[in-house]
């Protein structure tokens, strides 16, 4: 059985008693404690995970419903680190590759000077480098992908948040029957009363 969604994330027409057992069921499992706005002690050492925490909570301050709760707190932490270790990653990766146009540029330079030997040399390290970025680039794909996974359950990607959304405008109730009945037969009335 799926999961049940937040009742402000609810968009279909629910009775009195329904809103009020779903009301019932998301209270019993609400903690007493709102989350910080402030990033946790265990971000205090991460400042890309701090930030990254204090955007998310501005965020999910600005809904009207609320999404996460304090039992969603670890979920975030483990968020927001990932995306401080992107950041690393990401970090490494343009360092190995300017390792890389480096080595390439020197060995380059070697090979047209005819020190071929030396050239030779530096082509291995910057096959190494290359390596790096290209096992770095590897790494952060399946980062992101978990990343992609974390914003799944935390609501933040479009396709999480399809049919959550309330709808733009109401549609209106289709015609009552009898009202339709009853309307017809004033118009065929009014129009034979205006023949005669």
Known sequence: MPARKP???I???????????????ESALRPSRRLPS??????AEHPSAAAAWRRLMRVYGELEGEIVTRLDQDLLIDYCLLVEQIVDMDVMRRSAKQAWLLLDGKRQKLQEAGQIDEAVVLAAQAVGA?????????????????LHQYRQSLYLTPRARAGAAPAKKEMEPPPDELEQ????????????GHGS
Do not use: G, I, Y
């Not at 009195?16 to 009301?23: G, N, P, S, Y």
């Not at 009945?181 to 034979?192: A, G, I, M, P």
């Open 38 to 43: 402030q990033a946790p002690a265990q971000l």
């Open 7 to 9: 009742a402000a994330l």
């Open 130 to 146: 290359s390596d790096m970025v290209l096992r770095l680039d590897a790494r952060c794909d399946q980062k992101r992908k978990t």
């Open 181 to 192: 009945l009853l309307d017809d037969v004033t118009q065929f009335v009014n129009e034979e």
């Open 11 to 25: 968009n279909r027409h629910e009775t009195a008693e329904e809103k009020t057992q779903r009301a019932e069921r």
